[in-house]
Each structure stands twice: as structure tokens, then as C-alpha cells.
């Protein structure tokens, strides 16, 4: 069974780096066919999609936070990362990492993990 | 970008009841719509994608169903563990966008 976690401090100072990683296991992050992503959900508000990545360095950003967001894939550790820069008080949410089918629909999630953006 | 409505905000219904629940997209996706359920403390299943087609392990009560603009989640009979909240996702346009969901509750 596929398991996804993330990873990360869950407090952050405004205007630093929120970095998050999240770690797939019972499967394989360079399978055929599958991107990974990251979702955020601020607190008592919907989902927002972030950024996907494929294992060969495909990258899709939100115009949202594009010039703030990295995603990246590290194969050889079966994990991929989220990068947010100069993060803000509306940048508090819980972060959800996800595998998609292609580009579509998100099948397996993890557990989310809730960052704070305070000082 | 696609902007996703959901009706309506939160539903009201009763053990056994149907329950149907809308999104509509501010343009066409095809019928690239997914419904996810998120309980509390929890993060969202995939329910339906295909805008119709039912993920793996979804019981036969949840149902979806639309194209283009229109789309309508029906759970047959509510069951005590489908309360919760539902959300629509179209994965047609960039940036893949989420409606703001509609909370089943207990009537």
C-alpha cells in the first residue's frame, strides 16, 4: 500500500523559508506515469494546489506563489520537496504532499502536516 | 483561472436521505472532475474522477455525474460515515483548482 509523509518545521518566522519534505513509501517515486504534488489548505478554507513534479524534473507551479515555490525529487531517497520563500502569515496551513495519475486526479494522500508562519 | 462554485455551502440531511451536491466551473473542463470527501482531522479521499468514474474501494451510493460546466455529486443514502466535507476538483486548466466545498451535516 503507498504511503506518503511529510516532513518539516511546523514554525516558520515570516520572510524565511518554509521547506517541507515528503517521503513516499510501498512504492516506487519514479513509476511511470505518476506526478507528485503539494496542496495546502489554510485553516477553515479550502485547498489550494501548489506545485507537481515528475521524476524527470517536470515541474507545474500555482501563478500563485510561482516566484516563491520549488518543488523538486530526490530519486534516490524516494522523497520530493517544497521550498516557499519569504513566507507570510498567509502562508499558515496544512500542507498535504500527493501522488496525481499524470496530471489529473490525486489518488493517495499524506496525513498533512500544519505549518505556522509567526514570529 | 478555472474557478470552481459548490451548492450548497453546507446540506442538511437526514440518515438514509439522498443527498446531492453541486459544482460548477467558470468554464468548461470536460470531464476532467474529481470529488474528494474530507473528514475531520483528515486529509481528502478521492471519491470520483472521470467526473463519474468511482475510485478504487467507493461504495456504489456515491455517484457523479455532469460535463463541461455542470457537475453533481449523489450519495444514494447518507450513511453516518459519509457526514463530512466534499470538494470538487477540475484537473482540465492550469492552475489545477479546488471548489470551496459543501459540508454534509446530520439533520
Same mark, same amino acid.
Not at chain 1, 27 to 33: D, Q
Not at chain 2, 57 to 60: F, S, W
Given at each position: 500500500q503507498l504511503r506518503l509523509q511529510e516532513s518539516g518545521p511546523g514554525l516558520v518566522k515570516p520572510s524565511d523559508t518554509l521547506s517541507l519534505t515528503c517521503t513516499v513509501s510501498g =512504492? %516506487?517515486?519514479?513509476?511511470? =506515469?505518476h506526478f507528485w504534488g503539494w496542496i495546502r489548505q489554510s485553516p477553515g478554507k479550502g485547498l489550494e494546489w501548489i506545485a507537481s513534479v515528475y521524476y524527470r524534473d517536470h515541474t507545474y507551479y500555482n501563478p500563485s506563489v510561482k516566484n516563491r515555490v520549488t518543488i523538486s525529487i530526490d530519486t534516490s531517497k524516494n522523497q520530493f520537496s517544497l521550498k516557499l520563500s %519569504?513566507?507570510?502569515? #498567509? !502562508?499558515t496551513a496544512i500542507y498535504y504532499c500527493a501522488r496525481s495519475v499524470i496530471i489529473t486526479r490525486f489518488d493517495y494522500w499524506g496525513q498533512g502536516t500544519l505549518v505556522t508562519v509567526s514570529s | 483561472e478555472v474557478v470552481m462554485t459548490q451548492s450548497p455551502a453546507t446540506l442538511s440531511v437526514s440518515p438514509g436521505q439522498r443527498a446531492t451536491l453541486s459544482c460548477r466551473a467558470s468554464q468548461s473542463v470536460g470531464s476532467n472532475l474529481a470529488w474528494y470527501q474530507q473528514k475531520p482531522g483528515q486529509a481528502p479521499r478521492l471519491l470520483i474522477? =472521470? #467526473? %463519474?468514474t468511482r475510485a478504487t =474501494?467507493?461504495? #456504489?451510493r456515491f455517484s457523479g455525474s455532469g460535463s463541461g460546466t455542470e457537475f453533481t455529486l449523489t450519495i444514494s443514502s447518507l450513511q453516518p460515515e459519509d457526514f463530512a466535507v466534499y470538494y470538487c476538483h477540475q484537473?482540465? !486548466?492550469?492552475p489545477r483548482t479546488f471548489g470551496q466545498g459543501t459540508m454534509v451535516e446530520i439533520k
Open positions: =512504492g %516506487s517515486i519514479s513509476s511511470t =506515469g %519569504s513566507v507570510t502569515a #498567509a !502562508d | 474522477y =472521470g #467526473a %463519474s =474501494g467507493i461504495p #456504489a484537473f482540465n !486548466d492550469w
